[in-house]
């Protein structure tokens, strides 16, 4: 498996764009997690979705996010409109509950910057 | 609300020493404990998992302790090298297995 597949790598947008960052999750996996990296904050859960339903979407800063998961095998995160404080590294992850062997599984993350 | 601590937040030390990393929790009602290395500009790379019902996990130099009562962890580091020089994170998962909740990491330099 080539694992938790991100894109863009990195995105440079003007504030007030829209931006659409791209998740693929490991095959079989059913929970899928959108975490949000800034130095001030670290990392933070901004939601997760299992078996393509949104569980939990307390950690979504605004109404500017949304994300959807059409299928088990893709997943969007949205802002719209971009703001400078949204730049931030974001990563995405996925998980098989409980399996018991190899936890969470990070993509390489989305490298935003809005200016 | 659970909240996890890591200390120190950077630590630095001379190649060959062994050390600890600190990890603490607010909520011992969790399903398991992960630690994560962190490269510069790169992403999270899964490096023990601990269930709630063990106490100890190894892998090669690497030795990560859960005692959930206390609600701590430690991360053992033997004989660490430069290439071992990343940030370090501590994340638990709730009791449904759901959300992990990271630390803010520790970063470590291993000079030559």
């Known amino acids: 498996d080539a694992g938790v597949i991100q894109s863009p790598r990195h995105e440079v947008t003007e504030m007030g764009q829209e931006v659409t960052l791209r998740c693929k999750p490991i095959?079989?996996?059913?929970?899928l997690f959108w975490y949000r990296q800034t130095m001030m904050r670290g990392l933070e859960l901004l939601i997760y979705?299992?078996?393509?339903?949104?569980?939990?979407d307390s950690g979504m800063p605004e109404d500017r996010f949304s994300a959807k998961m059409p299928n088990a095998s893709f997943s969007t995160l949205k802002i719209q409109p971009s703001e400078p404080r949204d730049s931030a590294v974001y990563f995405c992850?996925?998980?098989?509950?409980?399996?018991?062997?190899?936890?969470?599984?990070f993509g390489s993350g989305t490298r935003l910057t809005v200016v | 609300k659970q909240e996890v601590t890591q200390i120190p937040a950077a630590l630095s030390v001379p190649e060959g020493e062994n050390l600890v990393l600190n990890c603490s929790f607010t909520?011992?009602?969790?399903?398991?404990l992960q630690w994560f290395r962190q490269d510069p500009g790169k992403g999270l790379t899964s490096l023990l998992l601990?269930?709630?019902?063990?106490r100890e996990q190894t892998s090669g130099r690497l030795n990560a302790s859960l005692d959930k009562s206390s609600g701590r962890s430690t991360l053992y580091i033997a004989a660490s090298q430069p290439g071992d020089s990343a940030t370090y994170l501590c994340?638990?998962?709730?009791?449904?297995?759901?959300?992990?909740?990271f630390g803010q990491g520790t970063e470590l330099s291993v000079k030559p």
């Open positions: 992850a996925s998980s098989l509950r409980g399996a018991g062997m190899g936890g969470y599984t």
């Open positions: 095959s079989g996996h059913d929970y």
């Open positions: 979705f299992n078996n393509n339903v949104p569980i939990d």
């Open positions: 909520d011992s009602a969790i399903y398991n």
């Open positions: 601990i269930q709630s019902s063990q």
């Open positions: 994340a638990v998962t709730d009791n449904q297995g759901g959300k992990l909740i």
